[in-house]
């Protein structure tokens, strides 16, 4: 089955600085790769999402770039903010019927610091 | 719109007790999932319904643990007997029809297992 790594497991930050956090995938059939952020008591949700027949894909502050030969993607936050803080987790899945059945990596806790 | 639903928030129970956790998915959403994270560690999945039927259920981790959907709407995992590697998040989530929809999470059900 799927494996993700996902590193570092925390990260802090001065508030403006850019912070980056890495996944590797083990299956090369993973074609869809979401992020969702979780902060303190809340649910999950889904900030940026990545397929595999796209290399980088951003949305104001926030990119995701994927590289399919290597098996790895990674989450860019520029600028960051103190409310950014959070849990951040990376997945992965195939389309199709597996589609929904995400496989995360361990998450990431970022701070970042006023 | 409502999104998903969980209760209760939070369970504390007796090692070899029962308890019943209940998911409310987003109305029309026939796609809904049962979600755990142990400990800190990445989210694991549990089971996946397409509408009342099960469409995977390859990560529940043992006979302790059941899954109902009747109906097709609210969902329930029991969990009889408890055991004190039970404890944990559980988190819902629920998505439309099409493949490439969203996932979108309940807030967690919190079970701890004394």
């Known amino acids: 089955g799927e494996n993700v790594e996902q590193h570092p497991s925390t990260l802090s930050v001065q508030e403006g600085d850019s912070a980056v956090i890495k996944c590797t995938y083990s299956d090369s059939a993973s074609n869809y790769f979401p992020w969702y952020k979780q902060e303190l008591g809340k649910r999950p949700q889904l900030i940026i999402d990545?397929?595999?027949?796209?290399g980088e894909k951003k949305d104001q502050r926030i990119a995701v770039t994927l590289n399919k030969t290597a098996k790895h993607f990674s989450l860019h936050i520029t600028e960051t903010q103190p409310e950014d803080s959070a849990v951040y987790f990376c997945a992965a899945t195939g389309i199709g019927t597996s589609y929904g059945k995400l496989t995360f990596g361990q998450g990431t806790i970022l701070t970042v610091h006023p | 719109e409502a999104g998903v639903t969980q209760f209760p928030s939070h369970s504390v129970i007796e090692k070899g007790q029962t308890v019943t956790l209940r998911c409310d998915p987003i109305?029309?959403?026939?796609?809904l999932y049962w979600y755990r994270r142990v400990m800190g560690k990445e989210i694991k999945f549990l089971l996946h319904?397409?509408?009342?039927?099960?469409?995977?259920e390859s990560g529940m981790p043992n006979n302790r643990f059941l899954a109902e959907r009747t109906g097709g709407t609210y969902s329930t995992l029991k969990v009889q007997p408890a055991e004190l590697e039970d404890s944990g998040v559980y988190f819902c989530?629920?998505?439309?029809?099409?493949?490439?929809?969203?996932?979108?999470f309940g807030e967690g059900s919190r079970l701890t297992v004394l």
């Open positions: 990545i397929r595999s027949n796209v």
């Open positions: 989530a629920s998505r439309g029809e099409f493949n490439t929809g969203e996932l979108f």
């Open positions: 109305s029309g959403h026939d796609n």
């Open positions: 319904f397409v509408k009342e039927s099960k469409q995977d």
